[in-house]
């Protein structure tokens, strides 16, 4: 959704901002796997066979578990890839999972409507296994919405009165070069989406103010996009009030502190998106000054 937001407000075509993200999402993951592989050789884990093999027969029991069931998450991940408006592809991906439940999973129409209603509530006996496979409904989620919903609105309050624009504008003015453009890019999305408990402002705001500027010193549009992505959106999951996290609490009951020291693509990602960016328009400027022109 935040992609497809950013697209639009910037005026990119989405396979062409895919491919400028993977300039900096595939190192970010690549670090970022190194960095778990070195995490995950302090922990052993225990596994019972026997425990195992239990879950197993009571979830075999319970639902029917055939591969092809994968489809339908696999469809929702490629209209989301695909840039797909996200109301369509959540009601789709809604409908097919109550028509799985239906006539798959043999549960009856006013028992999909309460687990949609209510969330769903194994019972398998085991209270391990049902702590595991329970979850969801809307319910649960009212507190999140409200607070999804304010953050929303602040969003639109500063983009609508235009209160924070003359302090972007008046620093980003001051960014002679494409460095420091780019540098003063990513501490403005970053401020925003801590100021605002939400990614929309920033993105809107950003992607409206400096699309020009942008324009004005010679640097593809493209790349404004990327910044947004890799330094205001990633960094969300970090700020304990921001919805992200509010929502993470509520489904897995862990907490920003908890989590924020082993999120590492949330501090790797803003790293490598400046320092590629910087990097890339310093030997830029130098190949043209060896070329006797002055790339400002």
Known sequence: GLGNLTVKTIGLKYREYAKSLLNTLLPSMIITAVIYYFLGKGYVSEIDPERLAVYQENIGKAFRTDPYLLLLPLAVIIMAVSGAKPLINMSLGALGGGLTSIFIQHKSVPEVFNYIITGYRSATGIEDLDRILRGGGIQPMIE??????????????LEGTKIINPIISST??????????IS???AFSSLITIVTCDQTAG??????LLRKRYEELGVHKVKLARIIADTGTTIAPLIPWNVNSIIILAITGVSTIQYAPYAVLCYVG?????????IKERDRMQGLSNLGYNSD
Do not use: C, E, Q, Y
Request: hydrophobic fraction near 60%.
């Open 144 to 157: 999140v919405l409200l607070v999804v919903a304010g953050a929303v609105a602040l969003s639109s309050l």
């Open 172 to 181: 980003i003015d001051k960014a002679k070069n494409k460095m420091s453009l």
């Open 203 to 208: 993105i809107i705001l950003l992607g409206r």
């Open 270 to 278: 803003p790293l490598i998106s400046v320092l590629f960016g910087l």
């Open 184 to 186: 003063r890019t990513a």
